[in-house]
């Protein structure tokens, strides 16, 4: 997750830049979408939406092809939602950041009996780089472009890196370039060529050891309220489990205590209607 939250993060905060890039337009009226589309069980931290003047752009990033519902269907999803709630065009582009050679990252259109809707798709492994290192918000995507020299490509990103003249855009870039390298290059070089002390200073880097936190306390809290409502009322469907699954830290802390009262599935289930 913590790959796509540095996309998410780049996009949100360059969203010009990411705009012309997938766009091909020059525009500084963009908005960043902090829209609530109530795409139950649809929960993706990297889904960034960018409105411009004419249309919202949709961007998904993504580490592996499998998803739960499958990518194509999420993509028409999101795409009526977003038309019902702000009734413009909307371009939809998915970008793959690890080789695969799953069929869904070589899909471009969800097919159904009756329903036929189109995305785009981009595998970063097969852009251009040249694009990519020439922009400095880019610049953490280009070490994973095309190259018939990885090793150099990096370190092409790693000097462009540090002719970033603003101190603070330089640790985030540097931050985010060395998160994205970790997909494609060892530890080890990826250390030679950056300076570690810049990444853990930058403001990114910070939000992602945060995030990984709170997503630790929730799991531990979640594994601890699983094995107690067993113990308490059996077995939990798969619908009951996904629910409590979408709780918050705090929703669980507040289950766990009312678990104490519950002597069927019923109060658990009455439970979760007043409290999701």
């Not at 961007?59 to 499958?70: A, D, G, Y």
């Not at 852009?127 to 990519?132: G, I, R, V």
């Not at 994973?144 to 890196?161: D, F």
Request: aromatic share 8%.
């Amino acid at each position: 997750m913590a790959y796509d939250n540095t996309c998410k993060y780049l996009a949100e905060t360059y969203p010009e830049e990411f705009a012309k890039w997938l766009l091909s337009t020059d525009t500084s009226n963009i908005q960043v979408l902090k829209t609530e589309l109530n795409l139950e069980p649809i929960r993706a931290d990297s889904v960034t939406f960018l409105q411009t003047s004419n249309q919202i752009l949709h961007i998904e990033f993504q580490t592996q092809p499998q998803s739960t519902p499958p990518l194509d269907f999420r993509m028409l999803s999101y795409y009526v939602i977003l038309k019902k709630q702000y009734g413009c065009d909307i371009e939809q582009v998915i970008v793959f950041l690890q080789p695969s050679n799953s069929e869904m990252v070589f899909k471009t259109e969800y097919v159904d009996k009756n329903t036929r809707h189109k995305y785009r798709v981009i595998r970063l492994w097969e852009e251009d780089s040249a694009p990519l290192l020439n922009n400095p918000a880019l610049l953490p995507l280009a070490a994973l472009a095309k190259s018939n020299s990885p090793e150099s490509l990096l370190q092409q990103v790693a000097n462009a890196v540090d002719m970033i003249e603003e101190s603070e855009e330089q640790k985030n870039i540097s931050a985010c370039t060395q998160i994205l390298a970790g997909l494609r290059f060892d530890r080890s070089l990826i250390n030679q060529l950056f300076r570690e002390e810049i990444m853990q200073e930058s403001v990114i880097y910070q939000d992602i050891i945060q995030r990984g936190e709170q997503r630790g306390k929730k799991q531990e809290a979640l594994q601890l309220i699983t094995r107690l409502l067993t113990r308490r009322i059996s077995n939990l469907n798969s619908e009951i489990q996904q629910r409590i699954n979408a709780l918050s830290t705090t929703q669980l802390e507040d289950l766990g205590e009312a678990l104490l009262d519950f002597t069927s599935q019923n109060d658990l289930t009455s439970w979760l209607d007043n409290n999701s």
